[in-house]
């Protein structure tokens, strides 16, 4: 009669059969970092450096390390990771509007760069930014534990004596004003709007009228302030703002009201969207574009050379103020980074088929030029 081998570990009487749950459960927990360093022929100390994103490993025994985790299956432990480093490779991300198109691309690079980085994203909307729910989204992203926050301000609800930022987590500002105790990146405004202004300005334009995005919004009022500027350092009035809050639509409105103004030669808008808007109401009101009216827009969306004309307007980097915002943010969190660190990305001027010079009716003559200087 065939006998069965005996386990000396196993209790007496002990069948192979009654050992069969005792190794599913074993089977169940999944491989350990043991399994891995024996799979790839290497100590189990190096698969925890390959694990927890560590540089100074050789390449090719990375590779190995890699390719035994996913023959086996293995996952490493985030929460026993995170306890050992003090951090959880986590990113949070508290936004005020998803209806943007520059946050979207900001966000977009965010993500990017934070995954190349080794880190996830946690995303908290918040649609209506106060003291509270600005706090409650703080509360809700350590509980989730995160290492650090980025925080993308639309609108002017974040000052001193509004909101203040939680001291105890790292975070950047994007799309704000410096001053609030945490490093800042932004696209230079001021620079964009200069350039889109002197742009209009070259090209002969005496007054360039302004479609501006909405008074809430830090990026509408830093691009107004320097079209006001750039026109007065030229000695010329600057005319009254027409206000749209981003929209295809409200561009539209605005220019249904611009375009029946006779002496309108040049449009710069705070936005694509509004300029796209604007460019209907003109085409609907006959006046053509850039014969007529010159028109310079603000983002340089991917959609913008399909306009027609193609839109001259001032191209951002969102990918550069999103990779900019991680840099910083994972310098804090290696305790190397400075808060008090403001970045400005340069815009540039892409220069298309809407913007000409005015027509030589819209132009000022010699002896309206010699009447204006006797005047000043």
Avoid: C
Wanted: glycine share 8%; proline share 6%.
């Amino acid at each position: 009669m065939d006998q069965e081998s005996a386990d000396p570990k196993a209790p007496a009487g002990a069948s192979k059969e009654s050992r069969k749950p005792a190794a599913r459960k074993r089977a169940s927990r999944g491989p350990s970092i043991g399994d891995v360093a024996k799979a790839a022929g290497v100590s189990a100390q190096t698969v925890s450096r390959v694990s927890n994103g560590l540089t100074n490993v050789e390449e090719s025994t990375k590779n190995r390390v890699l390719d035994a985790m996913k023959e086996l299956g293995y996952r490493p432990n985030r929460a026993a990771r995170a306890l050992k480093s003090g951090q959880f490779k986590s990113i949070g991300v508290i936004m005020f509007t998803l209806s943007s198109f520059g946050n979207m691309r900001t966000l977009d690079a965010i993500a990017t760069a934070a995954s190349r980085a080794g880190y996830s994203v946690t995303l908290i909307p918040v649609q209506d930014p106060t003291t509270g729910t600005v706090s409650g989204a703080y509360e809700r992203l350590r509980e989730q534990q995160v290492d650090g926050v980025v925080v993308i301000f639309e609108a002017h609800l974040l000052d001193d004596t509004d909101i203040s930022l939680p001291q105890d987590l790292p975070a950047v500002v994007i799309d704000s004003n410096p001053g609030f105790g945490y490093p800042m990146v932004d696209t230079d405004q001021a620079q964009g709007a200069r350039f889109a202004t002197q742009h209009l300005l070259d090209l002969g334009h005496q007054k360039v009228w302004h479609i501006g995005g909405p008074t809430t919004s830090f990026s509408a009022t830093h691009r107004e302030e320097s079209w006001r500027r750039t026109l007065e350092e030229a000695g010329l009035e600057a005319p009254p703002v027409l206000h749209g809050d981003w929209s295809t639509e409200s561009g539209y409105q605005i220019g249904l009201e611009l375009g029946r103004k006779p002496e309108l030669t040049a449009i710069f808008a705070a936005n694509d969207q509004m300029a796209l808007g604007a460019m209907r109401a003109l085409h609907e009101l006959g006046r053509r574009i850039p014969e007529d009216v010159s028109i310079v827009g603000f983002d340089d969306l991917d959609e913008s050379t399909s306009f027609w004309p193609p839109l001259t307007t001032i191209h951002q980097d969102f990918y550069a103020v999103g990779r900019l915002s991680i840099e910083n943010l994972l310098q804090q969190i290696g305790g190397t980074g400075s808060v008090n660190d403001v970045t400005t990305v340069p815009t540039s001027m892409v220069v298309r088929k809407s913007t000409a010079a005015p027509a030589v009716s819209a132009r000022p003559t010699a002896r309206k030029k010699r009447v204006a200087a006797e005047k000043g």
